[in-house]
Antibody, heavy 123, light 108 residues
Framework: EVQLVESGGGLGQPGRSLRLSCLTS????????MSWVRQAPGKGLEWVGF??????????EYAASVKDRFTISRDDSKSIAYLQMNDLQTEDTAVYYC??????????????WGQGTLVTVSS | SYVLTQPPSVSVAPGQTAKIPCRGN??????VHWYHQKPGQAPVLVVY???DRPSGIPERFSGSNSGNTATLTISRVEAGDEADYYC???????????FGGGTELIVL
């Protein structure tokens, strides 16, 4: 059974940092592109970024709203994806989901999701 | 950046057919994916690559995509289909993922 479990959410102060983790099991983590998607309270889904598998260069892409502040990384030996969030802003308050890309497709969609972890940015 | 537009809500009576549009410039040239999300839960992929269904998704869910509009169609709507529905594409030009704003399906 595929499982994705996020952790590391909580209260963060403006300008400070938080790191989220996404522990996975049930699939060959190293073969998959992993993504982070967030949802502000009462709002829709917003893509944050993704990191490709090392087979495809391990490169990452980010939404403009978080570029240069957030960094996605992966530890294939532990089957964990990370989201390092620096210079937190109040508008970063959201539930953060990790998701795995559906395999064997030219396009990118996400067929497995974690339950989400809430990040609240406030002084 | 690429933009996807969805109506805020769509209402339908039980047993009828709901159609949820997702509009984007030449969206017919992209692969469109659809998710539903119930309150307090994570999104669930219901249609991928315009019209394919993951295992476990009922045949009542179908998709189409042409021109500037993709559509998620839910036949024989049930009360349990009430949820927010999101369309999503991967914009290969920017290598970015884009979500629509979401549509609340209201079952009357």
């Amino acid at each position: 059974e595929v499982q994705l479990v996020e952790s590391g959410g909580g209260l963060g102060q403006p300008g400070r940092s938080l790191r989220l983790s996404c522990l996975t099991s049930g699939f060959t983590f190293g073969d998959y592109t992993m993504s982070w998607v967030r949802q502000a309270p009462g709002k829709g889904l917003e893509w944050v970024g993704f990191i490709r598998s090392n087979t495809y260069g391990g490169t990452a892409e980010y939404a403009a709203s978080v570029k240069d502040r957030f960094t996605i990384s992966r530890d294939d030996s532990k089957s964990i994806a990370y989201l390092q969030m620096n210079d937190l802003q109040t508008e970063d308050t959201a539930v953060y989901y990790c998701a795995s890309r559906r395999p064997r497709s030219v396009s990118i969609s996400f067929d497995s999701w974690g339950q989400g972890t809430l990040v609240t940015v406030s002084s | 950046s690429y933009v996807l537009t969805q109506p805020p809500s769509v209402s339908v009576a039980p047993g009828q057919t709901a159609k949820i549009p997702c509009r984007g410039n030449n969206i017919g040239t992209k692969s469109v994916h659809w998710y539903h999300q119930k309150p307090g839960q994570a999104p669930v992929l219901v249609v991928y690559d315009d019209r394919d269904r993951p295992s476990g998704i009922p045949e009542r869910f179908s998709g189409s995509n042409s021109g500037n509009t993709a559509t998620l169609t839910i036949s024989r709507v049930e009360a349990g289909d009430e949820a927010d529905y999101y369309c999503q594409v991967w914009d290969s030009d920017s290598d970015h993922v884009v979500f629509g704003g979401g549509t609340e399906l209201i079952v009357l």
